[in-house]
């Protein structure tokens, strides 16, 4: 990967470990997730992934350790995306970090592309990708990154236009890989090990089709003690048991080592509610309510920022403009289904839900991983989780 254009055999899912609702626990009581508990559980959205973790952990030369490589991205769109725009908003609960493409997202109010999920270090390499998956196109790709240097230095072109390629490859409407996967790939949460995740809702609707609201996010924010879980201080436990204390086991850890806490969370909600911009920017914002149930979004230093768009096709097509030289372009118009403002409530509660439970699932399906500082991060402790979840009242 990242050395040419050849594009990889599709990956299968892996996941051998639970997700949060495999032992019980229940984020919000009013609404049920869709068949996967997926973003891909929403009509027409597909999500690919690429990853890659080379180097040798067991070295103790510096210069060794600084070519170890924990990278990727992950990929969220439609088929059709670049033939058929999509209304589209954004929100920020804390801007310390980035989204290139946002400004015309703010200006149009549609996705035009794919999104693109990755490292800090990675957004050039990853903006070009997209660039390549259609070069004749005028473009203006959407990147959002999260911090990689808790396990990642920041080297040159870690992944490239083949990452991106393979990526679009293995995009799927199925069930996705969460954990150590994709753009999640070297990300850390709350003192342990991050990634990617995801969640859906099933929101009911006054003519008895439910609509579904689904959540992907790149997890590398939170401080340790704050992690929360059904509403139970976990982080405090772990951190009162020393689990989330720092450990070296291969290495003297000479390399400065990043504050746990200084990292970023990247949510993109998809929904087939057809929504307007304004409706859209709304729906992203309402992440931030489960980022805050979860024990987050209170870092300077955390760059928490949404996307959300809708899936929902207009009621009329556009007409194309007809490009008259030397004359005035006509104004055309085309027609629109939209929700009721004064019934969005179900679709923000939808949204924080899956948000929340997706932040869980990356924690539950990350494995524990050793980046190029020497530390090792560890993997959230199910059976410990469940014992404190247990004892608090809140699983069975």
Request: charged share 20%.
């Amino acid at each position: 990967m990242g050395g040419g254009d050849q594009v990889p055999p599709q990956r299968a899912p892996t996941m051998n470990r639970p997700r949060a609702r495999d032992i019980g626990i229940q984020i919000g009581d009013l609404l049920s997730p869709g068949p996967l508990n997926s973003i891909t559980d929403v009509p027409r959205i597909i999500v690919g992934m690429a990853d890659k973790i080379e180097g040798d952990v067991s070295s103790t030369d510096e210069e060794e350790r600084k070519k170890i490589v924990r990278a990727g991205v992950t990929l969220i769109g439609t088929a059709d995306i670049e033939k058929v725009p999509l209304f589209a908003g954004v929100g920020t609960l804390q801007g310390s970090g980035e989204l290139t493409g946002s400004h015309f997202i703010a200006e149009s109010g549609q996705l035009t592309g794919y999104i693109a999920i990755t490292g800090t270090s990675q957004v050039g390499a990853a903006y070009h990708g997209l660039v390549q998956l259609n070069p004749a196109a005028i473009q203006l790709p959407i990147v959002a990154e999260t911090y990689d240097r808790m396990t990642h230095p920041l080297a040159r072109d870690p992944i490239g236009t083949a990452d991106v390629r393979e990526a679009r490859a293995n995009m799927t409407d199925g069930k996705l890989r969460e954990g150590n996967v994709g753009g999640g790939t070297a990300m850390v949460s709350f003192g342990l090990k991050g990634g990617t995740g995801t969640s859906s809702r099933l929101v009911p609707s006054a003519n008895g089709k439910d609509f579904v609201v689904g959540a992907i996010i790149q997890a590398n924010h939170g401080t340790p003690v704050d992690l929360t879980i059904s509403g139970v201080q976990v982080g405090k436990v772990l951190v009162q048991e020393g689990y989330t204390k720092p450990w070296f086991p291969t290495h003297d850890a000479k390399i400065q080592q990043p504050k746990d806490g200084d990292g970023s969370i990247i949510v993109v909600i998809a929904t087939d509610a057809p929504l307007l911009p304004h409706q859209c920017s709304a729906v992203a914002r309402r992440a931030g309510v489960g980022i805050s149930r979860g024990g987050g979004g209170v870092g300077f230093f955390s760059g928490d920022i949404f996307l959300c768009f809708s899936t929902a096709a207009p009621l009329t097509q556009p007409e194309p403009p007809r490009y008259e030289k030397g004359a005035i372009e006509p104004v055309s118009v085309y027609s629109v289904e939209v929700v009721n403002n004064e019934t969005l409530d179900a679709i923000f509660r939808a949204a924080a839900d899956a948000t929340e439970e997706a932040i869980l699932n990356a924690l539950f399906a990350a494995d524990e991983l050793e980046g190029f500082t020497g530390r090792k991060w560890r993997s959230l402790p199910v059976q410990r989780v469940r014992e404190i979840l247990k004892d608090a009242g809140r699983i069975k």
